[in-house]
């Protein structure tokens, strides 16, 4: 019977689907027929496997040649699928052997010479094959990625007539090598360091506070105090991911056609896009879904300067990711899940003219300035802390050396260390019974604590970020009850609500 099965996989955001490919050959007029839900990429596969079948060496069969991706309802995209079709042709037609085919899938695109090309976003592919240990092959450009899974069941074709001599036992094909380590070098590479910075101790206060407790961060001053400086130093205080963590926040780079560099692969994303970003650029989507930058910045951190800058809509599109960790990007085709838990840090300016007390502004113009900001976006952030022009002679004085980012990061180790032995999360993700069970908080403190958010006209969201905040600045100052100090501290990071009272009082 003139008929063969390969198993390959589809794309489907970060999950890899089982594809089979059935290839029938039928007497009849010669003809090439591309069945299950195939798109315009995958229907090109016709021209592009019958060119490399013959200039590989190999018979193409002048028959009626019936392809079906199974399963039908599922769309089909890209030119993984051509090196499984070839494959099943030339079993079908009986030019390679059948049983050669059993537990291996095989996914590549082919060049017209019979090479096979790199393709995009094949890592949830290899962590698919790895959880069911199904031997795989991949293109050999396609190494780096299988490198970072470690998987011993992945080899690598470079040729569809080295393939076939594989497959009929004559040769192997090279795979992983055994012991093979990924080197993190970001101690060899210049980094950025919090001792650059003239002043500003209450803002690298707040950053060390932001990083102990994951807590979404926005950066209020004028222009050219630092905002930006800060912001980009603050991945030197986040410890490096852990295997599961790295892989999973690869794995989403690799679904978004990104390379992924095995030297940072430990190392926490960070984003930074502009503010002509769109909400799609942002959140993700598009007619064949990507991830988008919130889920790029997964397990990191997405720095958006000039927030103020960014139109509202698009802002507004981060507030549900923000909660719920992940986005659900719902489309006629396919409803896909990315996740996307990042940790948020903004800088804007107080006024359209850069600073409050410049006259240029009126306090209704600034009103409406930051009116593009909506409260329910406000109130996602945990710390709103003011960057102030530096006094006069704080660049020209001699002063003692500043702390460095290193020993910060000592800091903010350990008191991640206290919070997952306590909760096993994080405190920016303490629930609001975890807090009453585990903050360790006095009532007459919290009684204070909710005296001061209903004066300040804060919410009750408000009111538990202020515990998750107070709770961190006790942690870094290693103490197992929250005192009245601690959260006096976190009701002083919030310095937008502060500039909007003193607004409102000028009326």
């Not at 009103?367 to 802390?385: A, E, H, K, M, V």
Request: glycine share 6%; with cysteine; aromatic share 6%.
């Amino acid at each position: 019977m003139a008929l063969a099965c390969v198993a390959t996989r589809a794309n489907k955001g970060v999950e890899a689907p089982l594809v089979t490919v059935e290839v029938h050959l039928s007497n009849g007029l010669p003809a090439f027929n591309l069945v299950g839900l195939p798109e315009t990429s995958v229907k090109e596969a016709k021209e592009r496997v019958r060119s490399a079948i013959i200039n590989a060496g190999f018979e193409f069969p002048m028959r009626r040649i019936t392809v079906n991706l199974a399963p039908a309802d599922l769309p089909k995209q890209g030119g993984r699928y051509d090196l499984p079709i070839a494959i099943g042709i030339l079993a079908a037609s009986d030019q390679i052997p059948k049983k050669s085919l059993d537990k291996h899938e095989f996914v590549g695109e082919l060049a017209l010479s019979g090479h096979i090309r790199h393709c995009h976003g094949l890592l949830p592919v290899i962590v698919e094959a790895r959880q069911q240990d199904t031997a795989l092959v991949l293109p050999l450009d396609n190494r780096s990625e299988a490198e970072l899974v470690g998987f011993n069941k992945v080899y690598f074709a470079s040729h569809l007539q080295g393939l076939s001599e594989y497959l009929h036992g004559q040769s192997q094909l090279p795979g992983i090598e055994p012991g093979l380590e990924w080197i993190n070098t970001n101690d060899a590479e210049p980094q950025l360091c919090f001792s650059d910075v003239v002043g500003q101790y209450q803002a690298k206060l707040g950053l060390e506070i932001a990083a102990a407790g994951n807590h979404n961060l926005l950066l209020l001053g004028p222009p050219g105090t630092g905002k930006s400086m800060l912001a980009s130093r603050m991945m030197q205080l986040l410890p490096p991911l852990n295997y599961d963590e790295a892989l999973e926040v690869a794995t989403l780079h690799s679904v978004a056609g990104q390379f992924i560099d095995p030297h940072n692969f430990y190392r926490r994303p960070f984003r930074n896009p502009h503010h002509t970003s769109s909400a799609i650029s942002l959140v993700g989507g598009g007619s064949n879904p990507k991830p988008g930058e919130i889920s790029l910045a997964h397990r990191g951190v997405l720095f958006l300067d000039e927030v103020v800058e960014f139109p509202r809509k698009v802002l507004d599109c981060l507030r549900e990711p923000m909660e719920a960790g992940e986005v659900v990007i719902s489309r006629a085709a396919a409803k896909l899940t990315f996740a996307s838990r990042f940790q948020l840090i903004a800088a804007m300016n107080p006024s359209p003219c850069g600073d409050t007390n410049n006259a240029r502004a009126t306090p209704d113009q600034i009103q409406r300035y930051l009116s593009r900001l909506s409260g329910p976006f406000l109130d996602r952030f945990d710390l709103t802390i003011e960057v102030p022009r530096l006094p006069d002679g704080a660049l020209t004085q001699k002063t003692a050396a500043a702390e460095t980012s290193k020993s910060i990061a000592l800091r903010v180790k350990a008191a991640r260390e206290s919070q997952l032995a306590r909760a096993g999360v994080l405190n920016s993700d303490l629930t609001a019974k975890q807090l009453k069970q585990l903050g360790n908080f006095k009532q007459v403190d919290l009684l204070f604590l909710e005296q001061s958010v209903n004066k300040l006209g804060l919410s009750v969201r408000s009111y538990h970020r202020l515990q998750r905040v107070a709770r961190t600045i006790a942690d870094l100052n290693k103490c197992t009850n929250v005192e009245r100090r601690h959260i006096a501290q976190a009701l002083g990071y919030r310095a937008m609500d502060r500039l909007l009272n003193s607004l409102k009082a000028q009326y």
